[in-house]
C-alpha cells in the first residue's frame, strides 16, 4: 500500500472505532445493527443494552439524532429532535402506566400535555412559555366533561 | 520500506485489530435490514432510499405499510400510521418550520384533528371539517392568554 492508501485506511478505521467505543459507553453494544447509506453515514442503530433496553434510533443526513424509539425500564418511548438536539415531541408510556403525548416549543418548554391518568381522567392541557396551563379540556373517570381557558 | 510507510503499517496493523476485537461484541453494519415472517414476506424494514430517507416500516400482511417511522433527506422526523388503502391517518412529527403536531386525518387524508405547538409560540387543538376547514379550537398565545372558539366554516 502507499502512504496515501494507509493513511486513509487508518482514517477510515479511526472512525469506525469512534463509534465503535461510543456505542460501547452508551450501551448499545450488547447488539447492535447500524444502517448507513451510501456515503458510509450512519442514519440508523438497532440495539440492545446491557440493561435490558432496546432502542432503534433514526439519525439525519450529518449524523444529529432526530428520532428515537425505545423500550427502556421505565416503558417505551417515541421522541422527535429538531436540528438542534432539542426534543420537540414525547409519546411514552411511564412507569406509572400513564400514556402520555408531550410537545416542546424551540426551547424545550412543554407546551401540550396530552395524558390519560390511573384515575381514568383524559385530560389535554395547553401551556404558557412558563409551563402554566391556559386552556384545558377534561373527562374525568366518573364520565365528566370540562373545557376551559385563562384569560391571564 | 520507508519509516513512514513502517509506521503507518504498524499503526494500521493495531488500530485493526482494535476494531475487529470492538466489531466482535456483536455489531453489525450493513445498507438495509428486512425482516421476514414464516412465508418469506417482508415485514419490517430499516433502510436509506436513494431520496435520502432513512426509514423503519412495518407491513401488515398483505404487503401494506402500516406504520412508518422516518427521518426525511431534510432532517425531519416523523411517524405515520396507515389504513389498508395506504392514507396516512395519523401522523407525528416536525413540519418544515419544526413544529411538533400530532394529526388525525380522515380517509381522504384530510386532516381532520391537529395538535400542534406553532413556531410563533402559540399552541393549539384544532378540529377541521371534511373540506379543511378550521370549525373549533382550543388554544393559548404565546402571550399566555388561553382561548376556545368554534366557526362556521365560511373562512377562506
Known amino acids: 500500500m502507499t502512504e496515501a492508501q494507509l493513511e486513509e485506511r487508518i482514517a477510515a478505521l479511526e472512525a469506525e472505532l469512534a463509534r465503535l467505543v461510543e456505542a460501547r459507553a452508551a450501551g448499545r453494544s450488547a447488539v447492535a445493527c447500524e444502517v448507513v447509506d451510501g456515503g458510509g453515514t450512519t442514519r440508523a442503530m438497532l440495539a440492545t443494552g446491557h440493561d435490558g433496553t432496546v432502542s432503534l434510533n433514526l439519525l439525519d443526513g450529518s449524523g444529529k439524532l432526530r428520532a428515537a424509539l425505545g423500550l427502556a425500564t421505565s416503558g417505551p418511548t417515541l421522541s422527535l429532535f429538531d436540528p438542534q438536539g432539542i426534543r420537540r415531541l414525547d409519546l411514552h408510556v411511564g412507569g406509572d402506566d400513564v400514556p402520555r403525548l408531550l410537545l416542546f416549543d424551540d426551547a424545550g418548554g412543554k407546551r401540550l400535555d396530552a395524558a390519560v391518568d390511573a384515575a381514568g381522567t383524559a385530560s389535554l392541557g395547553l401551556l404558557d412559555p412558563g409551563g402554566a396551563a391556559k386552556a384545558v379540556m377534561l373527562a374525568t373517570g366518573a364520565g365528566r366533561g370540562v373545557v376551559g381557558a385563562s384569560r391571564e | ?156
Not at chain 2, 413540519?95 to 399552541?123: I, K, M, W
Open chain 2, 1 to 156: 520500506m520507508s519509516e513512514r510507510i513502517e509506521e503507518l503499517s504498524a499503526r494500521l496493523a493495531a488500530l485493526e485489530a482494535k476494531v475487529a476485537e470492538l466489531r466482535d461484541e456483536a455489531l453489525i453494519r450493513t445498507r438495509s435490514l428486512q425482516i421476514v415472517d414464516e412465508k418469506d414476506a417482508v415485514r419490517a424494514a430499516i433502510g436509506v432510499g436513494g431520496d435520502g430517507v432513512v426509514r423503519f416500516v412495518q407491513t401488515d400482511a398483505k404487503g401494506a405499510v402500516r406504520i412508518g417511522l422516518a427521518v426525511g433527506a431534510d432532517g425531519k422526523p416523523g411517524l405515520a400510521f396507515f389504513d389498508e388503502k395506504k392514507a396516512a391517518r395519523v401522523e407525528l412529527g416536525l413540519s418544515p418550520t419544526d413544529e411538533p403536531a400530532l394529526s388525525l386525518s380522515d380517509e381522504r387524508e384530510t386532516v381532520r384533528l391537529q395538535a400542534r405547538v406553532h413556531a410563533d409560540g402559540r399552541v393549539g387543538l384544532m378540529a377541521f371539517d371534511a373540506g379543511g376547514q378550521l370549525r373549533a379550537v382550543l388554544g393559548a398565545s404565546a402571550d399566555g392568554k388561553g382561548a376556545i372558539g368554534t366557526f362556521d366554516g365560511s373562512a377562506p
